[in-house]
């Protein structure tokens, strides 16, 4: 079986298929790429042969390198991987640079055979590199696929080729939004970019004609002939120098210097740009060989690529289990939370009932999905035969007896257990002894709330985040009783609305508030320490966190941290740990300070709701210490208080999977992407530096620094997690 074959046609056209065998998508492999270096070498070989296409026997083109090869590539690389890397990279731009070169004399630019691309679909990574190496690239008429380079988004760059050829083609700036932001653009919207160069009907067949009549000029870049100068001006030149100015201010600003691939990719382009093309692209392997050995890329690739999928592809559903595929889900409470639940299911081709005490307020929570078809519509994202689609899905009413024939139920009502407890009777009342259960609930135990159910073992919890439509995960609670079914069912359902669930059971807070609660309090702790909130809020923004612990509160809102707290306190007793947060939380909440819906919390807002900076009452109450804490402490105090109860959370059996604590602390709550995830970030510093890490902030700050016996155990054998729960990992 091949990933690659070829077949000359009577016109001397030589069509080089890509079609890898069992997949849905083209990706490459370091086999597949030995197989299309020979089948150009034969091709360029053959007097038959008058050009070749490269071309797909799928739908798509190609969704670009096999990441798992990727990800395994320093380990591949022999006894000295920075070596082994970069010849192995070298290899790959040998095979591209042939293509582009395709036989012509080095002296005189000519003898060469023209070489084009023809994409049916989808190209993105190496899959759109390959394409920028040919002469001339057509692409199919079809507004659903989509051409690219999202390489960034995983911790590391284009390395081949592709960042180099798109800056020569188009320019530094007008390529930064495809290299630094990963923009994925329609066919037409990248012939306009400048990406690709023709759409049409049928790319093979454009493509062949093309090849039959194209001259040596035709198939010559740019970049090799003589007198090239590169679009925007090179560094030197003082647009270029400007671009390059901008862009640097650009990149850290957006990533605060906590992503590796961002800054080499800009170096790569900066230092390539000044040297002729081949060494370029030296310079493009070096620096991406010192991405492939920042731990940041290899666990930014676990986690965000090869784990994402693993557990969007099912790798937790309880096995033996059929289908469960979700046919009509009745959504109970059509306010903020139950309205998004409702809109994503309609979206996902599932019928939805939107019940709630009142026929206004069920018809609120379905006008939600209507002004988000609008916004669609205005930005030409959906049709109005798409909105009227999706809303003739959802039937808003107050009555029960429409869920009769619902196979799954979310309830998404007042977070009150007697009121949970009501709404799950009459449920009971009227569906199928088959129909599962859920109850979106971000911290009330699952086991008790499904107390109230007549099925126990099909009742489950399913945590969304709030938006909906935006947020990525889903945390499905598995309670003391919850039977393999209702997880299969969760989990399905999930699959289907497009996002990404972990599966974790029953504890407080369950896993996700666990962790950000802590980050939270430690912020809120600082600053009745008389820790300068401004040092909080950038330390917390400089290590990778979207959001300071400061500001996250004022999203999340001061009153709702309030109610948590008092709700912890009731529950634990004398072994409540937050009773110094709660001072200022309280204080707080006493001065109507309840963050930005209040236009007043720990930053101030205008009147629409803007920040306006971090609010001088609060540090009037709180004043700043005349010394302060270094930028690493304030860093460690706020990273370590998070990951720490991911260990914990990994020792209580409520994780199951280490890979879902990393992918579910990334998606759920941003836990600094470029470190993989907490229990990554852990294996970055090593078990016994972090466990002598939590010893020294033990003694500082308290007890919740202290080493869990798994960190210290793992410390003691020079364990990471992903060596001694490897066997999950593996099964990505």
């Not at 008092?566 to 007793?573: E, H, K, P, Q, V």
């Not at 994780?655 to 907490?678: H, K, N, Q, T």
């Amino acid at each position: 079986m091949t990933d690659f074959t070829s077949a000359t046609d009577a016109d001397g056209v030589a069509v080089i298929t890509w079609d890898v065998p069992g997949k849905s998508m083209n990706v490459l492999s370091l086999e597949g790429l030995e197989e299309l270096d020979g089948l150009v070498d034969a091709a360029l070989a053959d007097e038959a042969v008058k050009g070749i296409v490269i071309t797909s026997g799928k739908d798509t083109f190609a969704g670009g390198m096999d990441l798992n090869i990727i990800a395994k590539m320093k380990d591949m690389a022999g006894d000295d991987p920075a070596k082994g890397l970069f010849e192995g990279v070298m290899r790959m731009h040998g095979v591209l640079r042939k293509i582009e070169r395709a036989g012509m004399d080095p002296k005189t630019n000519k003898g060469g055979k023209p070489v084009a691309a023809a994409l049916p679909g989808t190209a993105l990574g190496i899959g759109l590199e390959l394409p920028l190496s040919t002469h001339r690239i057509f692409a199919a008429d079809n507004p659903k696929a989509k051409i690219g380079l999202p390489e960034i988004m995983v911790g590391i760059f284009p390395g081949a080729g592709g960042t180099t050829r798109l800056v020569r083609k188009m320019g530094a700036m007008a390529a930064s939004p495809f290299l630094l932001e990963g923009k994925l653009s329609a066919p037409a919207k990248a012939k306009s970019a400048g990406i690709i160069d023709e759409v049409v009907e049928d790319p093979l067949a454009a493509a062949k004609a093309w090849v039959l009549t194209a001259k040596d000029a035709d198939i010559l870049k740019p970049w090799d002939a003589k007198g090239y100068k590169m679009p925007g001006g090179a560094p030197y030149h003082p647009a270029g120098f400007m671009t390059f100015v901008g862009a640097s201010a650009m990149v850290n600003g957006k990533t605060k210097g906590v992503y590796p691939a961002a800054k080499a990719l800009l170096s790569a382009v900066y230092e390539g740009a000044l040297v002729p093309f081949e060494t370029a692209l030296k310079i493009e392997a070096r620096w991406f060989t010192n991405i492939l050995m920042n731990p940041s890329s290899g666990a930014m690739i676990r986690s965000l690529f090869i784990n994402k999928e693993a557990l969007e592809k099912g790798a937790v559903r309880p096995e033996g289990v059929p289908d469960q595929r979700v046919r009509k889900v009745g959504v109970l409470g059509a306010g903020m939370m139950g309205a998004g639940i409702a809109l994503v299911s309609a979206q996902a081709g599932i019928e939805v009932v939107l019940i709630d005490q009142k026929q206004e307020a069920a018809d609120r929570g379905k006008a939600y999905t209507e002004s988000f078809m609008d916004k669609g519509i205005a930005k030409k994202k959906a049709t109005p035969e798409k909105k009227a689609e999706v809303l003739g899905r959802i039937t808003a009413t107050t009555d029960y007896a429409a869920l009769a024939d619902a196979d799954l139920i979310i309830e998404a009502v007042f977070e009150d257990p007697k009121v949970k407890a009501e709404v799950t009777k009459a449920v009971d009342a009227v569906t199928s002894d088959d129909c599962i259960f859920a109850t979106n609930t971000s911290t009330l135990p699952i086991s008790e709330l499904a107390k109230a159910s007549k099925n126990p073992e099909q009742f489950i919890g399913i945590h969304f985040f709030s938006p909906v439509e935006k947020m990525m995960l889903v945390e499905i609670i598995r309670g003391k009783e919850t039977g393999d079914r209702a997880v299969a069912k969760a989990l399905d359902y999930v699959r289907q609305i497009r996002k990404t669930p972990i599966v974790v059971n029953d504890a407080r807070f369950f896993y996700a508030n666990r962790c950000i609660i802590p980050y939270i309090n430690e912020g809120i702790r600082m600053v009745k320490e008389g820790v300068a909130p401004a040092l909080i809020e950038n330390a917390a923004k400089l290590v990778g966190m979207p959001l300071g612990p400061l500001q996250l509160v004022d999203e999340t809102s001061i009153d709702l941290g309030a109610k948590i707290a008092r709700a912890t306190r009731a529950a634990m007793g004398d072994a409540y740990p937050d009773g110094e947060v709660d001072e200022v939380i309280f204080w707080m909440e006493d001065e109507g300070r309840l963050g930005r819906k209040a236009k007043a919390g720990f930053y101030d807002y205008d009147d629409a709701g803007k920040r306006q900076g971090l609010s001088e009452a609060v540090k009037a109450k709180y004043p700043e210490a005349d010394a302060q804490p270094s930028l690493t402490d304030v860093q460690h105090r706020l990273l370590f208080v998070q990951s720490l109860e991911a260990v914990r959370a990994l020792e209580d059996g409520v994780l199951m999977d280490i890979r879902e604590g990393d992918v579910g602390a990334i998606l759920g709550w941003g836990f600094a992407p470029w470190s993989g995830g907490p229990l990554s970030w852990l294996d970055m510093l090593g078990a016994a530096y972090a466990a002598e890490r939590c010893d020294a902030l033990e003694e500082a700050y308290g007890p919740r620094f202290h080493c869990p016996d798994l960190l210290r155990d793992m410390a003691s054998k020079s364990q990471g997690f992903y060596g001694r729960f490897g066997t999950q990992a593996d099964a990505a």
